[in-house]
Nanobody
């Protein structure tokens, strides 16, 4: 069993930055495909970024490409999401997710096995 706990959310002005963390317990994250998703009020949950388990390839939604960076520290069993140049439309609850194996459908939330409880990110204009 894997438990994922996100932290780092908060209120920030447009143009600001935040760094989200996702700490795992129960299993070693190094073997997992990890992703970040977000859900804004009244909207469906959407893919933000993913990072592979071995070669550390990264994937991003077009809406965050060039502004967000996903990374992982396997020694600390933690995945990060560095968010820069934040916009009001980035306001959402951000979720960390993981699955033991690679999936070509890394952008779909239904392929992930484990989820954190979410952390709120609010960007004011």
């Amino acid at each position: 069993q894997v438990q994922l706990v996100e932290s780092g959310g908060g209120l920030v002005q447009a143009g600001g930055s935040l760094r989200l963390s996702c700490a795992a317990s129960g299993r070693i994250l190094s073997s997992y495909l990890m992703g970040w998703f977000r859900q804004a009020p009244g909207k469906e949950r959407e893919f933000v970024a993913a990072i592979t388990r071995r070669v550390y390839s990264t994937y991003y939604a077009d809406s965050v490409k060039g502004r967000f960076t996903i990374s992982r520290d396997n020694a600390k069993n933690t995945v990060f999401l560095e968010m820069n140049s934040l916009k009001p439309e980035d306001t959402a609850v951000y979720y960390c997710a993981g699955r033991p194996l690679w999936s070509d459908s890394y952008y779909r939330d239904d392929v992930y096995t484990y989820w954190g409880q979410g952390t709120q990110v609010t960007v004011s204009s």
